[in-house]
């Protein structure tokens, strides 16, 4: 006979006929119970009646299925593991006292949930594990990819950074790239084709012009790949801006990038002087463009020099010498164009007449006093003025009265008887003019001897010699007096009195 273990059969068969009648002897020795799964025989023993029967007979194990549950969460870095089961086919009054359960799952996947080693106890008789079939059915153990992060939720060091550009000629990164990733991931890659195309590579170019990167962050297994921010970059053109001294040399030179404000400069350019003038900075012009480059010219205010001007040492002038007087006149700048800027000479308040008073000549500037117009001019000094368009010099000059023969008394002679003839001197002695000597020692004054009258017709009264030898003394006399003065003359004027 083959009875289910723990069905209604395998406990009344040897327990509810277990009466005053007979016993039931199994052969493990139990009695009153329920016996294990497996092959079994009884000896029935009747009370009332001699003798007892031996009954073979089988219980077969019940079925019992066990199954651990299921679990399914989001990575968080942590294992998921699930300790719950259920329990199909148990026999009443029987419990599962144990079971091993070993699954966990920490990465993003599916893990089997193991279940085994199940203990069943029964509360009366124990352990009755033996009387059971039991098939363990594993749950899952799921583990999906985390969310990606909300892109407000990012710090600023998990994001790139764009760069201020401008233009170098070179090709220039892009973007930055982040500091840090969010936590789960590996990369981030970038576009600048409208997603068509992914490179990890920051993106760089050299040309002016505006770009859009698109972003996108690669997650390990765990997480899940999400677009980040897209990105516009300029690369701004360059302007360069130079300023020019006058001789084209360069002053100053900056660069600016498109949008800012153009620089300036607080560097003064230069001009180099000329012969009369010096140059002082005024302004910048407009400047003038070419391509990308400004460059700007200084505006010059011509400063001219104030020259000095200087004459040359005047000798004094004497009346009736019958001479010119020269003054010439220096500058201190440019002197060969010195003439260029002479306007007029004015002695004392008087402004004599060019061409008939005076000439005036290059050479620096030669000015010639007539000699009409000095004899007009008082003995002393005299200051004249000679006047420029950008100056004027004062010189003096001394006017001398011409030295005459010293005049000498001519003594009366002693009245004597009338002679036949009177011997008088026919004509008055004036010295004449002779170039001036070299400067000597004065000269001796040398008596010239007066012309010697015509012989009076002779006289027989007494007396007539000694008026005729008074006559000549005088004239002897008279002539060194004035050879004298000419000699001394002559002296001062070599000496530049």
């Known amino acids: 006979m083959v009875i289910s273990f723990g069905s209604e059969e395998s406990c009344k068969y040897f327990v509810v006929w ?5 016993t039931v002897t199994y052969d493990d020795g139990l009695t009153e119970r329920c016996v294990e799964a497996g092959k079994h025989s009884a000896v029935i023993t009747f009370t009332n009646v001699s003798g007892s029967i031996t009954k073979e007979f089988v219980i077969k194990p019940a079925e019992l299925t066990i199954t651990s549950d299921s679990e399914t969460k989001i990575y968080d870095g942590t294992a998921l593991t699930k300790d719950s089961y259920k329990v199909e086919g148990l026999v009443e009054g029987d419990s599962v006292e144990s079971v091993i359960i070993t699954g966990s799952q920490t990465d993003v996947g599916d893990g089997e949930n193991t279940i085994s080693d199940a203990e069943i106890v029964n509360a009366k008789y124990g352990d009755v594990t033996a009387s059971y079939k039991i098939t363990y059915v594993d749950g ?50 970038y576009s600048v084709d ?43 053109a360059v302007f360069t801006v130079i300023w020019l001294n006058d001789d084209d040399s360069t002053l100053d030179t900056k660069t ?96 004599p007449v060019k061409g008939t008073d005076y000439d005036a000549v290059s050479g620096s500037t030669v000015i010639t006093l007539n000699k009409a117009f000095l004899e007009t001019l008082a003995a002393g000094t005299h200051t004249v003025t000679i006047t420029f368009d950008d100056g004027e010099v004062k010189a003096s000059i001394e006017i001398v009265e011409e030295e005459k023969p010293t005049s000498t008394a001519t003594p009366t002679p002693t009245e004597s008887p009338t002679p036949t003839a009177t011997l008088t001197p026919t004509a008055t002695l004036t010295p004449t003019a002779t170039p001036e000597p070299t400067a000597v020692p004065s000269p001796t004054s040398t008596p010239v001897p007066s012309p010697t009258p015509a012989p009076a017709e002779p006289s027989a009264k007494t007396g007539d010699s000694s008026s005729l030898l008074l006559w000549t003394i005088l004239a002897i006399a008279a002539t060194g007096t004035l050879g004298g003065a000419v000699a001394q003359k002559r002296i001062r004027q070599s000496q530049g009195r």
Do not use: M
Request: hydrophobic content about 30%; some cysteine.
């Open 194 to 236: 409208g997603g068509k195309t992914w490179s990890a590579e920051i993106p760089a170019e050299s040309e002016v012009g505006t770009y859009t990167i698109q972003t996108r962050y690669i997650a390990d297994k765990n997480h899940t790949d999400f677009e980040g921010e897209t990105y516009e970059v300029i690369i701004k």
């Open 256 to 351: 600016y990038a498109e949008g800012e404000v153009e620089p300036t400069t607080d560097k003064k350019p230069t001009k180099a002087q000329d012969e009369e003038h010096t140059y002082e900075f005024s302004a910048w012009d407009n400047g003038s463009v070419d391509g990308k480059t400004k460059t700007y010219r200084g505006i010059f205010k011509q400063v001219p020099k104030v020259p000095e001007y200087v004459v040359d040492k005047i000798s004094e002038w004497t009346k009736g010498s019958g001479k010119n007087l020269v003054v010439t006149v220096h500058r201190s700048i440019a002197d060969n164009r010195c003439f260029e800027h002479f306007l007029k000479v004015t002695v004392d308040q008087t402004t």
């Open 18 to 22: 277990n009466t005053d009648q007979y």
């Open 140 to 189: 899952t153990l799921t583990v999906t990819k985390a969310a990606a992060p909300d892109l407000k939720d990012l710090s600023d060091d998990e994001k790139p950074t764009t760069a201020d550009l401008a233009e170098n000629g070179e090709k220039q990164p892009l973007l930055t790239a982040p500091k840090t990733l969010p936590d789960g991931y590996t990369a981030i890659e």
